[in-house]
């Protein structure tokens, strides 16, 4: 069972929600389905940067990972070079981490592919939305995100683990992981009966 927290406000949320800037987060962002590829792209990236590290780290440098990578836009980061590695790495105001920096370019390329063969990144990432609705909070990976992983390994994809990928179906809507009596459970389930799949 899915642990709860009541804030001061009196509303019930994932416990993880308890202080900000998750509490906005989790209110206002996470597990809302995303709609647009720019935003499926952005979001593969911050979840790879937050790939041991608390996701707390990204939300605050957020902002910064957008401006260094020009808005997360598919097309200009998949013309980065080794220049833009190099100023990325001494960018402070990001994780400087030369690996998840290069597999954001090299990511960013191979969405382009998927893009050309698949139609969007939402088309593609949707079709791993699981048939049975997922226990909220009682797993870290699931069969889908498995085989999401492996499908995107294939393609050329790096950082995008099975862990990895069940968080980004966790975030981007794919999943409706809230806890049961969290308050914005209802409002993400009915954001996503909206979603053309």
């Not at 990511?107 to 226990?135: C, K, Q, T």
């Not at 981007?172 to 009596?181: E, F, L, Q, T």
Request: net charge negative; glycine share 6%.
């Amino acid at each position: 069972m899915a642990t709860v927290i009541t804030g001061a406000d009196g509303l019930t949320r994932c416990a993880w929600a308890a202080a900000e800037p998750e509490t906005t987060y989790h209110d206002e962002e996470w597990g809302f389905p995303l709609s647009d590829d720019t935003a499926f792209f952005e979001r593969v990236s911050l979840e790879g940067f937050q790939s041991g590290l608390s996701w707390r780290t990204i939300l605050n440098k957020r902002e910064n990972f957008r401006e260094a990578f020009a808005g997360f836009q598919i097309e200009k980061v998949a013309r980065f070079t080794d220049v833009d590695v190099e100023r990325l790495l001494s960018d402070a105001g990001i994780i400087r981490h030369r690996g998840k920096i290069e597999a954001v370019i090299n990511n960013a390329r191979r969405a382009e592919e998927l893009i050309d063969r698949e139609g969007s990144l939402h088309a593609f990432f949707w079709m791993y939305e699981p048939d049975v609705e997922v226990d909220p909070q009682s797993q870290t990976t699931s069969s889908e995100s498995v085989r999401l992983s492996k499908d995107l390994k294939k393609r050329g994809w790096k950082f995008v683990g099975p862990t990895t990928m069940f968080a980004l179906m966790q975030a981007s809507g794919i999943v409706n992981d809230h806890a049961r009596d969290c308050v914005v459970r209802d409002r993400v389930a009915q954001a996503r009966r909206a979603v053309s799949r």
